[in-house]
């Protein structure tokens, strides 16, 4: 009977042994430093440009902005700058709210809406298209080089599309809005992309820019102008210029 106590205590000892060595093993093996990613290739052209910030008050009244409000052809090929651009594109989608409310109302504040700027005429803005940012205030590159004249094209040869100093897309993922609301929720989409547009228009009316809503244009050819994803429709572009 000792000897059997002898040898069960021997064994405990041994298995107590072999679990500590295991043990020991494994955390050596956890705090060995992770490998460090290789990194990313830069890119020759910045993605990413930050916004000036927009005003919220001017010496235009909302009244004269809808008295004067046109659309407007012919512009002058003058240059707008990049503070215009910011302030045209918080008053179509910038947020308002620490919620992330926007200028425009949206059914169920599910922003199926995305802008697009086809810059050809900016102030300190290379050409190109850029998809606008609301939550950062931002522009971010999507395809480089001038593509106003396709944009035109696209839009059943347009002229004032390519004699903007830029042309504003809207696009809309209707998916967003009908997750919620079945098909009703198209009509509340198109119904979100009228009031941005009119955010639009009145801002730069107050700015005494000229500009024109335009709906007549090929989907699927502004699409791929775009390389828009799948899921998003063009809805309206909007040439901006001085006039």
């Not at 290379?126 to 609301?134: D, L, R």
């Not at 696209?154 to 903007?164: D, I, R």
């Not at 830029?166 to 009908?178: C, D, E, N, Q």
Request: overall charge negative; glycine content about 6%; some cysteine.
């Amino acid at each position: 009977m000792i000897q059997l106590r002898i040898e069960m205590n021997r064994l405990r000892f041994m298995i107590t042994t072999f679990l500590l060595f295991c043990c020991c093993s494994s955390l050596s093996c956890a705090q060995q430093p992770a490998p460090i990613p290789s990194p990313t290739p830069s890119l020759e052209y910045e993605t990413a440009i930050s916004l000036p910030e927009p005003r919220h008050d001017s010496d235009v009244s909302i009244e004269q902005s809808l008295l004067k409000r046109r659309s407007t052809r012919s512009y002058t090929g003058e240059s707008i700058t990049l503070q215009e651009v910011s302030q045209l594109l918080w008053a179509a989608q910038g947020i308002t709210d620490s919620r992330g409310f926007r200028t425009a109302p949206s059914a169920g504040a599910l922003y199926p809406l995305e802008v697009y700027v086809v810059a050809g005429d900016v102030e300190n803005l290379a050409s190109g298209v850029y998809k606008y940012e609301p939550r950062d205030h931002e522009l971010s590159l999507i395809i480089d080089g001038d593509k106003r004249s396709e944009l035109a094209d696209a839009a059943l040869a347009q002229s004032w599309v390519e004699e903007g100093a830029l042309a504003m897309v809207f696009t809309a993922a209707y998916g967003r809005t009908t997750v919620k609301y079945g098909e009703r929720g198209v009509r509340y989409v198109h119904m979100e992309v009228g009031h941005a547009a009119q955010n639009l228009c009145l801002q730069a009316t107050a700015m005494g820019l000229g500009l024109v809503t335009v709906g007549a244009f090929h989907d699927e050819q502004v699409s791929e102008l775009l390389n828009l994803p799948e899921d998003e429709k063009p809805l309206y572009i909007i040439p901006v210029g001085r006039k």
